[in-house]
């Protein structure tokens, strides 16, 4: 999406002078939070019309994910490296090292240097081939807060999503789409530009689900229109569901889905029928919830199932090349089947669906991503968070028992 979006100069929806006087009388209460909604579990459309959405970020007992990256395994040894693939034995590759005839990325190795994927390393000035597993596939869920732009070099040096990420050892984050300036909620960024693109791929037709609050309500003729296709400057574009929300004042919230991510789509669509957009919130990409209790500016890694999920649902069946690389077939957690796309299709429809079904447009039936709510297992991201939140607590128990 452009950076370049203008800030929103609508109205706001605040409420008139009579209902100003009756809240200065009466202490406002708060919003109630939708039943049956798990902590575990990402946000949803209620949580945002509710209320809630906005009442967690100045929550204390909302706990903040752990900021630090999980730990990767070690690079093998040069030496090492060598010897597997068929030069020598270690102790002569050791040798070989000393008297100066390997370097690697045109520099003189040293003994005990490890290598990486992507490096060159030259025996007598020949280049030679060996294999080493590619660094595992990372994604990390980020809350982007209005006033960040998605780039990694701004040249009017506004502030990026990227100076609150944690720093790779090697590559740098992929993000999958962009949000634009005046746009908050999900973002996804990967270390794997591979995953990041087949994310993007209209082809696997992944859903973006977004809360609009737009300036006066839509007719069923214009909601119609959205959902049967409007003619934009680069070509028609469509919601595939609709759901009203309702609203106070002049302000209208809708729950849009839509299954691309052209340059401020959704808010040129409403734009196209004079309704401009006073706030939008990204919260699902195909079946990943932003995370409840993730603020804004924070961010979540996604442990080895997540991703297997998420590369699942991207034509990605192969599992994360942190576990080969390992070569003991385990991941970081166990005692869970993982999830891919194809086990969220045939489940049943779980306690979060809305009652109001939202209206869908021509081909909506035909999208090539299933429906998140009916998996039984849950949303994308789940058990990242829920791990991480448990160990937070029992990190807490230690302390206190101290």
């Known amino acids: 999406m452009n950076d370049n979006t203008p800030s929103d100069a609508v109205e706001t929806g605040g409420p008139t002078e009579p209902a100003k006087a009756n809240a200065q009388q009466a202490p406002r209460k708060k919003a109630p939070r939708p039943a049956a909604v798990a902590e575990t579990e990402g946000y949803r459309f209620a949580d945002v019309i509710s209320g809630a959405f906005d009442e967690d970020e100045a929550r204390a007992d909302v706990p903040v994910p752990k900021r630090v990256l999980l730990p990767q395994p070690e690079t093998p040894k040069l030496h090492k490296v060598l010897a597997q693939a068929g030069l020598g034995s270690r102790i002569e590759m050791e040798q070989m090292i000393l008297e100066g005839r390997i370097s690697v990325n045109n520099e003189p190795a040293h003994v005990g240097q490890r290598v990486q994927y992507g490096d060159q ?13 590619p660094p595992p596939v990372r994604v990390i869920a980020y809350h982007k807060p209005v006033g960040e732009v998605v780039t990694h070099d701004d040249p009017q040096n506004r502030p990026t999503v990227f100076r609150r990420l944690p720093r790779l050892a090697q590559g740098k984050w992929q993000s999958v789409g962009r949000l634009d300036l005046n746009t908050e909620g999900l973002l996804l960024l990967t270390s794997s ?11 696997f037709g992944l859903e973006r689900e977004y809360a609009v609050r737009v ?28 759901e009203d929300g309702g609203g106070e004042g002049a302000n209208r919230w809708y729950r849009v889905t839509i299954s691309e991510g052209r340059n401020r789509e959704v808010r040129r669509l409403f734009e196209a029928l004079g309704h401009a957009v006073s706030r939008l919130i990204r919260i699902r990409y195909g079946a990943m919830l932003l995370p409840r209790g993730l603020k804004r500016g924070a961010w979540m890694e996604l442990d080895e199932q997540d991703i297997r999920a998420l590369m699942a649902a991207a034509g990605m069946q192969e599992r994360p090349r942190a576990v080969q ?11 869970a089947a993982p999830r891919g796309a194809g086990g969220a299709a045939g489940g049943r429809k779980g ?16 999208s090539a991503q299933p429906d998140p709510m009916k998996t039984s297992l849950g949303y994308i991201g789940a058990d ?8 937070q607590k029992r990190s807490a128990s230690r302390k206190s028992g101290r």
Do not use: C, Y
């Not at 690389?325 to 166990?334: D, K, N």
């Open 215 to 242: 300036l006066g309500a839509l007719s069923d003729e214009e909601r119609q229109t959205l959902l049967d296709g409007v003619q934009l400057e680069d070509g028609p574009a469509a919601f595939g569901s609709i």
């Open 384 to 391: 990242s968070l829920s791990r991480q939140r448990l160990g």
């Open 325 to 335: 690389g390992q070569g003991a077939g385990r991941g970081r957690r166990t005692g």
């Open 121 to 133: 390393v030259k025996v007598n000035g020949k280049p030679i081939r060996f294999r080493i597993e």
């Open 193 to 203: 530009g591979d995953l990041a693109n087949k994310l993007m791929h209209p082809r």
């Open 351 to 366: 306690q979060g669906a809305s009652q109001n079904a939202p209206q869908r447009g021509r081909g909506a039936g035909a």
